[in-house]
T-cell receptor, first 114, second 111 residues
Framework: DAGITQSPRHKVTETGTPVTLRCHQTENHRYMYWYRQDPGHGLRLIHYSYGVKDTDKGEVSDGYSVSRSKTEDFLLTLESATSSQTSVYFC?????????????FGDGTRLSIL | TQLLEQSPQFLSIQEGENLTVYCNSSSVFSSLQWYRQEPGEGPVLLVTVVTGGEVKKLKRLTFQFGDARKDSSLHITAAQPGDTGLYLCAADNTGGFKTIFGAGTRLFVKA
């Protein structure tokens, strides 16, 4: 299995609080992604990174920010969490950004915003 | 917006039955992938298809990419309880946001 660790695995917090999720990889892959998974919507891309300090928005980026200061770590921050951000969040990595390259996923973070 | 529509959304069958799930779009894709996801885990890649009309087999699973590269199917022969999971198709979104995913087909195989 690809070495991807997401932390925390579960979190419950209140509306308006800041939340940071961490993704750590040991594969030295250039590309890292944050997705959210909601019933009926599949996986939707929030942000992705194509190198250290290089990030770009995905399909559902509003309300989220990311940072990548090291190859191995990709952080997702909810500056002021809202109930609509309750979801399961997945980090993924890939060697290249080509669409035909496989993405390897972490086991997810279940986030509940009350 | 490019969309991938998967059908059926949910499928419950007995062990030993055959099944086919579908992934359709009005867009043409350069490649398409199938993933399987088990509860509490992330998706795991099963196969990538890149050529129109391509057929790939993975044990009891047969994947086909449509001739026009707009759709794909996954056929499982003699399903087993271990096949239970969420099957996701994903495709290369040349619109700029890398890979897009369908909503998935949730398969439950009863022993």
């Amino acid at each position: 299995d690809a070495g991807i660790t997401q932390s925390p695995r579960h979190k419950v917090t209140e509306t308006g609080t800041p939340v940071t999720l961490r993704c750590h990889q040991t594969e030295n892959h250039r590309y890292m992604y944050w997705y959210r998974q909601d019933p009926g919507h599949g996986l939707r891309l929030i942000h992705y990174s194509y190198g250290v300090k290089d990030t770009d928005k995905g399909e559902v980026s509003d309300g989220y920010s990311v940072s990548r200061s090291k190859t191995e770590d990709f952080l997702l921050t909810l500056e002021s969490a809202t109930s609509s951000q309750t979801s399961v969040y997945f980090c993924a990595i890939s060697e290249s950004g080509l669409g035909n390259q496989p993405q390897h996923f972490g086991d997810g973070t279940r986030l509940s915003i009350l | 917006t490019q969309l991938l529509e998967q059908s059926p959304q949910f499928l419950s069958i007995q062990e030993g039955e055959n099944l086919t799930v579908y992934c359709n779009s009005s867009s043409v894709f350069s490649s398409l992938q199938w993933y399987r996801q088990e509860p509490g885990e992330g998706p795991v890649l099963l196969v990538t298809v890149v050529t129109g009309g391509e057929v790939k087999k993975l044990k009891r699973l047969t994947f086909q990419f449509g001739d026009a590269r707009k759709d794909s199917s996954l056929h499982i022969t003699a399903a087993q309880p271990g096949d239970t999971g969420l099957y996701l198709c994903a495709a290369d979104n040349t619109g700029g946001f890398k890979t897009i995913f369908g909503a998935g087909t949730r398969l439950f195989v009863k022993a």
